[in-house]
């Protein structure tokens, strides 16, 4: 049977959630992609654009398409560096920090409901074990 497979399971549990957050995310503008993009560089001092890619684990090809989308929408902006020319940080707006701070409360609440069978012990309990396959421990 299929629902005995590891990678359809997963498949389709990550298409769900896709589904279900695009849709959330859709009167902001964003989808999990760009959620994501904003949270890195929100979530740490100015970043270069290779430094955001490989957070991500995106090459550098597609990540500067990525940025000029959300630099296009006024959501993050690339600076040069001071301390080197050829390197370009990025930042949000102030538009892209209130986008990411509302966007972020719909993911939040997304992903509780999309757990929400599982029970909280059991919801983290998931959460913690994909951790632990992420990182290959185990």
């Not at 090459?59 to 020319?85: A, K």
């Given at each position: 049977?299929?629902t005995d497979?590891?990678?359809?399971?997963?498949?389709?549990?990550?298409?769900?959630?896709?589904?279900?957050?695009?849709?959330?995310?859709?009167?902001?503008?964003?989808?999990?992609?760009?959620?994501?993009?904003?949270?890195?560089?929100?979530?740490?001092d100015?970043?270069?654009?290779?430094?955001?890619?490989?957070?991500?684990?995106?090459?550098?090809?597609?990540?500067?398409?990525?940025?000029?989308?959300?630099?296009?929408?006024?959501?993050?902006?690339?600076?040069?560096?001071?301390?080197?020319?050829?390197?370009?940080?990025?930042?949000?707006?102030?538009?892209?920090?209130?986008?990411?701070?509302?966007?972020?409360?719909?993911?939040?609440?997304?992903?509780?409901?999309?757990?929400?069978?599982?029970?909280?012990?059991?919801?983290?309990?998931?959460?913690?074990?994909?951790?632990?396959?992420?990182?290959?421990?185990?």
């Amino acid at each position: 049977m299929l629902t005995d497979r590891l990678g359809y399971l997963l498949k389709h549990v990550q298409a769900r959630l896709t589904d279900q957050s695009a849709k959330a995310l859709e009167s902001y503008g964003v989808d999990g992609r760009d959620l994501a993009i904003l949270s890195v560089i929100a979530a740490e001092d100015p970043l270069s654009q290779l430094e955001v890619a490989a957070l991500l684990g995106v090459d550098r090809t597609s990540i500067g398409d990525l940025l000029d989308g959300l630099e296009h929408r006024g959501l993050v902006e690339r600076r040069r560096s001071p301390e080197d020319r050829r390197r370009n940080l990025v930042a949000l707006t102030a538009e892209g920090e209130a986008l990411l701070e509302a966007a972020e409360r719909v993911r939040i609440e997304i992903e509780k409901a999309f757990l929400a069978p599982l029970g909280k012990a059991g919801a983290e309990r998931f959460r913690d074990d994909l951790r632990i396959l992420l990182e290959g421990k185990g």
